[in-house]
């Protein structure tokens, strides 16, 4: 069972991740920027407070982490190491890194979206023993995907994930165009997405123009 500590510490974990403060990481999600602060955590009698279900998302859906992360951010109680029994810290290792004016060309990747080939860059980044071989960064380039990821931002690829409804995904197209989206249908003949720049119309495209589809499983912001 979670206990009120893990969640919390969780919360706490994730703002630091992002380089904010408790109240910060509530001002991002959009709630109050209290929300988060410690004198919330108990009420006026000594009870315990946890945060909402409905809160937690918000803070996941605006820092781009996934409910597998922020468990992964959770620290028993009674673990020195802050880790459940059996997990060990995430280290930080080198992936293979591309910008996505780059990954429309062709070479760096096998058939199912794995990084392969030459000319690959690398970053350090904190993965878990349990992330799937075949991570990769892809750095933003230019201002298609503002406002939530800017030139520069990195965002970290898992090839082969399962993919669901509202996920944010990269997308190769069998004619080499490379884009980041938000899946909002997919059906055995096309998927459809969103644009994560208002200014850019939502896409439809068929399967078989597709070359490959991968989930966007964290970003530097």
């Not at 995904?169 to 997405?193: D, N």
Request: overall charge negative; hydrophobic content about 40%.
């Amino acid at each position: 069972m979670l206990s009120h500590e893990q969640i919390w510490a969780a919360i706490d974990r994730l703002a630091e991740r992002h380089d904010l403060t408790p109240s910060g990481l509530a001002r991002r999600a959009g709630l109050d920027p209290t929300s988060f602060n410690k004198s919330k955590r108990l009420s006026a009698d000594g009870r315990l407070r946890w945060p909402s279900t409905e809160s937690i998302a918000k803070v996941l859906d605006a820092t781009g982490a996934t409910v597998e992360q922020f468990m992964g951010f959770m620290r028993p109680a009674n673990s020195s190491s802050g880790l459940p029994d059996g997990e060990s810290e995430p280290r930080a290792s080198s992936i293979p890194l591309l910008g996505f004016a780059q990954a429309g060309a062709g070479g760096f990747f096998d058939d199912g979206g794995f990084p392969a080939g030459q000319g690959w860059d690398v970053v350090e980044f904190p993965a878990a023993p349990s992330h799937k071989a075949g991570v990769y960064a892809l750095e933003v380039q230019g201002d298609s995907m503002m406002p939530l990821y800017r030139d520069g931002d990195v965002l970290i690829v898992e090839p082969g994930a399962q993919v669901r409804r509202n996920d944010r995904v990269v997308v190769k197209t069998r004619e080499g165009e490379v884009m980041a989206k938000v899946l909002l249908r997919q059906s055995p003949r096309s998927i459809e997405l969103m644009s994560l720049n208002p200014e850019h119309p939502n896409r439809t495209i068929e399967l078989s123009d597709v070359d490959w589809i991968a989930r966007i499983i964290w970003a530097s912001q």
